[in-house]
């Protein structure tokens, strides 16, 4: 079975899409930005050894949205918390899945590469990032994942890591790359 990338992103609307850039920059300005990355970063992900999927939201403005590129299949995020949204789209999948966020200039394929070969030894791998986060979420099986698998994760913490490992409750985690997200002016390139 071939694997999933999931791409979890939001139509890059002002003041509903990197608001705290957009605190720094102005909201067009940053919902601009945002577009403009996630075009980059589908161009530099997409590869014949997964299939790239778009968890959109709001969903019912997602699914038939043409700022993204049209053959990508689309799943509504649905509802709930980050991790809820995460665990969902991780259980439609299936199979080996990882989840990113479309908001991490330095994401290829090579560093996704890196995740998918380490599920092969693992059964889930993150992508930590410098404040305590993580751009990227994978499991060997998503269709084994309890619906509550990332309950009491503290989200948008330097507790997200840890509570994500320590929720998921699996022994083999491989971590791979530590990669920033775009959150303000000084984070970006």
Known sequence: MTPTLVVMLKIP???RVKTRLGRDIGMV?????FRHQVRRL?????????????AVTPDQDGMKSRI??????RWPQGPGNLGDRMIRMMRQAGGAVCVIGADIPEVDRIRVARAFAALGNHDAVFGPAPDGGYWL??????????????DGVRWSTEHAL???RTALGYRRI?????LADIDT?????
């Open 162 to 164: 840890a509570d994500s």
């Open 137 to 150: 979420i994978g499991v060997k099986s998503g269709s084994k994942l309890a619906c509550s698998a990332l």
């Open 29 to 33: 300005a940053a919902a601009w930005w």
């Open 68 to 73: 993204w590129p049209a053959h990508l299949p």
């Open 174 to 178: 491989a971590l791979v790359d530590t």
């Open 13 to 15: 609307r002002p003041g």
């Open 185 to 189: 002016v000084d984070d970006l390139p």
């Open 42 to 54: 589908l161009r530099r992900i997409e590869d014949p050894r997964w299939r790239v999927v778009l």
